[in-house]
């Protein structure tokens, strides 16, 4: 099983933009599709974006479509996600995670990453 430890978190202005990164320990990361969720305060949590274990295929919320890219490299044991145009509804504490791709989101998490703040003022 894999360990997620995400980065890249901080304040930036509305507009702005930030990547957040995620590194994963162990071999087994290529097996995993791995995802981003996020929970802002007084809020569940909830899906961002998810990758395919390949990267091939990628899905989004609605909500951060257009503004937000994730990506992989499995050589480097990493998933991204770019977050362009950030909003400040956007600000919350980011979640990569480790699970299964299932109708476009991600499903049956079976890692979940510490989280990384991200604040974005108006």
């Known amino acids: 099983q894999v360990q997620l430890v995400e980065s890249g978190g901080g304040l930036v202005q509305a507009g702005g933009s930030l990547r957040l990164s995620c590194a994963a320990s162990?071999?087994?990361?290529?097996?995993?599709?791995m995802g981003w969720f996020r929970q802002a305060p007084g809020k569940e949590r909830e899906f961002v974006a998810v990758?395919?274990?390949?990267?091939?295929?990628?899905y989004y919320a609605d909500s951060v479509k257009g503004r937000f890219t994730i990506s992989r490299d499995n050589a480097k044991n990493t998933v991204y996600l770019q977050m362009n145009s950030l909003k400040p509804e956007d600000t919350a504490v980011y979640y990569c995670?480790?699970?299964?791709?299932?109708?476009?989101?991600?499903?049956?998490?079976?890692?979940w990453g510490q989280g990384t703040l991200v604040t974005v003022s108006s």
């Open positions: 162990g071999r087994a990361f290529s097996r995993y599709n």
């Open positions: 990758i395919s274990r390949s990267g091939g295929n990628t």
């Open positions: 995670a480790a699970g299964t791709l299932v109708a476009g989101t991600l499903k049956y998490v079976e890692v």
